[in-house]
T-cell receptor
Framework: EPEVTQTPSHQVTQMGQEVILRCVPI?????FYWYRQILGQKVEFLVS????????KSEIFDDQFSVERPDGSNFTLKIRSTKLEDSAMYFC?????????????FGSGTQLSVL | GQQVMQIPQYQHVQEGEDFTTYCNSS?????IQWYKQRPGGHPVFLIQ?????EVKKQKRLTFQFGEAKKNSSLHITATQTTDVGTYFC??????????FGPGTSLSVIP
């Protein structure tokens, strides 16, 4: 089965630093998402992205966060000035079509630790 | 805001026993999806329900979508150790926003 790939698998950063989390969605997918999961807790929606713009975002996705699809394959999440509470597993997801199946394919995640 | 709730939070069962998790939304959903996350893993899609009152089966798993499209359930018959993990329902609440419930963590005692 095709896979969503995420890099790095682990990222350690100092509070206040910028981080970029990278994702390569499945090649023919058009809809892209970022979720995060704090250890043992729920999977929280951050943002959805389609046609090179944000479709929806949550209250968590404030001005410190941004997303970009810089080329035809990558989808990135940038956190400009990390806070301790940004420590979490960040999952990228993609899906291929709007009607009928809306199955989300998740990557293996990037574990972000902010010190 | 829109919320998707699940109960129970945790469930410990003896292998061979049945298991059910319940999902409830504060608003009507256009569809509901179920995902399984193994310990240390990522969510993996199990199924999507779209129609009011819909019931779908996958081997030992039975999924239901309520008539009002605000609640759903997942029932596993005769659990096995391979069923261990956290089961999340996820509801599409608006144009392109899929909200996950808090999940039910299933432990199976051999």
């Amino acid at each position: 089965e095709p896979e969503v790939t995420q890099t790095p698998s682990h990222q350690v950063t100092q509070m206040g630093q910028e981080v970029i989390l990278r994702c390569v969605p499945i090649s023919n997918h058009l809809y892209f998402y970022w979720y995060r999961q704090i250890l043992g807790q729920k999977v929280e929606f951050l943002v959805s992205f389609y046609n090179n713009e944000i479709s929806e975002k949550s209250e968590i996705f404030d001005d410190q966060f941004s997303v970009e699809r810089p080329d035809g394959s990558n989808f990135t999440l940038k956190i400009r000035s990390t806070k301790l509470e940004d420590s979490a597993m960040y999952f990228c997801a993609s899906r291929g079509y709007r009607d009928g199946g809306e199955k989300l394919f998740f990557g293996s995640g990037t574990q972000l630790s902010v010190l | 805001g829109q919320q998707v709730m699940q109960i129970p939070q945790y469930q410990h069962v003896q292998e061979g026993e049945d298991f059910t998790t319940y999902c409830n939304s504060s608003t009507t959903l256009s569809n509901i999806q179920w995902y399984k996350q193994r310990p240390g893993g990522h969510p993996v899609f199990l199924i999507q329900l779209v129609k009011s009152g819909e019931v779908k089966k996958q081997k030992r798993l039975t999924f239901q979508f309520g008539e009002a499209k605000k609640n759903s359930s997942l029932h596993i018959t005769a659990t096995q150790t391979t069923d261990v993990g956290t089961y999340f329902c996820a509801g599409k609440t608006s144009y392109d926003k899929v909200i996950f419930g808090p999940g039910t963590s299933l432990s199976v005692i051999p």
